[in-house]
């Protein structure tokens, strides 16, 4: 167990619709990274945030938005939803403000697109 | 930004050969390199990681060497059994490394043969 809580873990969904992803770090950590990890794919970095703060960001589109809150809980909100999004997705915590220490892994939200 | 390169995409060895996984990078910047091992439908865990002012890190069966100049990095496992069937990541970033965020290689599909 990482200390990362994701939810929901599975998520079935139409074209067209909006889902929200949530991720709990790991007690005292304050960045979260999401990350989305298509069929037989790397990981391809998302987002990440920093107690709050958009820290970085990767290839994140525009129909995708992330947000911390002050509790450090982040949620990944994906909108417009396309087949092509159907993906595990994946949030990662770390106590530190660059990465380069471990990143802690949740279970990931498997999206499925229909 | 950071590139990061890995090879090979797939690799088969028979239980008790060594394996042999290597990342090149681009950012000479990149001051920390991790090795995360993905089990089938799992999350991606440290296996082991090492700094740029460490030639070579070893763990058990695992080791990690860092050729600077080079700017490439390989994991070596030894004596391989079939739990370590999985795919394995590196990665490179540092903190100059856009703004912290972890470039990750492609993969490696590893698969040990009883």
């Known amino acids: 167990d990482s200390g990362v809580t994701q939810t929901p873990k599975h998520l079935i969904t139409a074209t067209g619709q909006r889902v929200t992803l949530r991720c709990s770090p790991r007690?005292?950590?304050?960045?979260v990274y999401w990350y989305q990890q298509s069929l037989d794919q790397g990981l391809q970095f998302l987002i990440q945030?920093?107690?709050?703060?958009?820290?970085a960001k990767g290839n994140i589109l525009e129909r995708f938005s992330a947000q911390q809150f002050p509790d450090l809980h982040s949620e990944l909100n994906l909108s417009s939803l396309e087949l092509g999004d159907s993906a595990l997705y994946f949030c990662?915590?770390?106590?530190?403000?660059?990465?380069?220490?471990?990143?802690?892994f949740g279970e990931g939200s498997r999206l499925t697109v229909l | 930004g950071e590139n990061v390169e890995q090879h090979p995409s797939t690799l088969s060895v028979q239980e008790g050969d060594s394996a042999v996984i290597k990342c090149t990078y681009s950012?000479?910047?990149?001051?920390?390199f991790p090795w995360y091992k993905q089990e089938l439908g799992k999350r991606p865990q440290l296996i082991i990681d090492?700094?740029?002012?460490?030639g070579e890190k070893k763990d058990q069966r695992i080791a990690v060497t860092l050729n600077k100049t080079a700017k490439h990095f390989s994991l070596h496992i030894t004596e391989t059994q079939p739990e370590d069937s999985a795919v394995y990541f590196c990665?490179?970033?540092?903190?100059?490394?856009?703004?912290?965020?972890?470039?990750f290689g492609d993969g490696t599909t590893l698969t040990v043969k009883p």
């Open positions: 950012d000479s910047a990149s001051n920390y």
């Open positions: 990665a490179a970033t540092g903190r100059n490394t856009n703004a912290g965020k972890s470039t």
């Open positions: 945030y920093y107690n709050g703060e958009e820290r």
């Open positions: 990662a915590s770390s106590e530190r403000y660059t990465n380069t220490g471990e990143l802690f």
């Open positions: 090492i700094r740029s002012n460490v």
């Open positions: 007690s005292g950590d304050l960045s």
